[in-house]
C-alpha cells in the first residue's frame, strides 16, 4: 500500500493523520532540513512529512525511516512505512515514548504506554475531540490492523533505533567545529 500517495491524494485522511498523530504529509518529497549547508547526515534521503514541532520524517534510501528534530534529535524511527504509520497511529506523539528504562521490562513498559495512552485521552477529552474514536477511523482507513496491546510495536520501534547503521546528523559550526549525534532518539 502506498501510503504517502493516498495521504497526498485524500485531505480527509491527511487532516485525520494531523489531528491524531501531528503529522503533516508534504504535498512532494523535499531535500532533509540542511541548515543552509550546515547540517548533513550519514544515510541519503528524502522528507515526506513534516512534525508539528517542526521535525521531519525522511524516507531514509534503505527504504527505513529517519526521523531529524528540530532540537538536534535524528535516528531511526521505523523499518519501512507500513511499520511507521503503525507506529504513528498506535503511539501518537511518540516523543513521550523516549524513556529507555522503561524498555528494559515488558510490564514496566506495558504500564507506561498505558499511561501515556490514558493521558492523550485525557488531553483530547479537555479539547472535546474523541482520540480514541479519530485514531480507530484513522487506523481503518489506512487498513492498519487496531492492537490493544502495543508492547510489540513500541519494542519493534525500540529496536530499530538502536541498529546500525545509525541515522546520524552532523552540524558543522562557522568556526569549524562538528557536533554529531548518536543516532539514537533515546539519547536526548
Known sequence: MDYIKMLREDSDLSDLLCDVCDIEVLPEFKIPEDEFGYLTYNIAGKTFARAGSGGEYILLEDGSIGFWGSEGECGRIADNLKEFF???????????????????????????????????????????????????????????????????????????????????????????????????????
Open 86 to 188: 503503525e507506529f504513528m497511529v498506535h503511539c501518537p506523539y511518540w516523543l513521550d515514548y523516549l524513556d529507555e528504562e522503561k524498555y528494559c521490562d515488558k510490564e514496566c513498559l506495558e504500564e507506561y504506554a498505558r499511561g501515556i495512552f490514558e493521558e492523550h485521552t485525557e488531553n483530547a477529552e479537555d479539547m472535546e475531540f474523541d482520540f480514541v474514536e479519530a485514531q480507530q477511523e484513522l487506523a481503518d482507513r489506512l487498513d492498519i490492523e487496531e492492537k490493544t496491546d502495543v508492547i510489540d510495536i513500541l519494542m519493534r520501534f525500540y529496536q530499530c533505533t538502536k541498529r546500525e547503521p545509525r541515522f546520524i546528523s552532523t552540524y558543522r559550526e562557522n568556526d569549524g567545529s562538528i557536533h554529531s549525534g548518536t543516532g539514537s532518539l533515546f539519547d536526548r
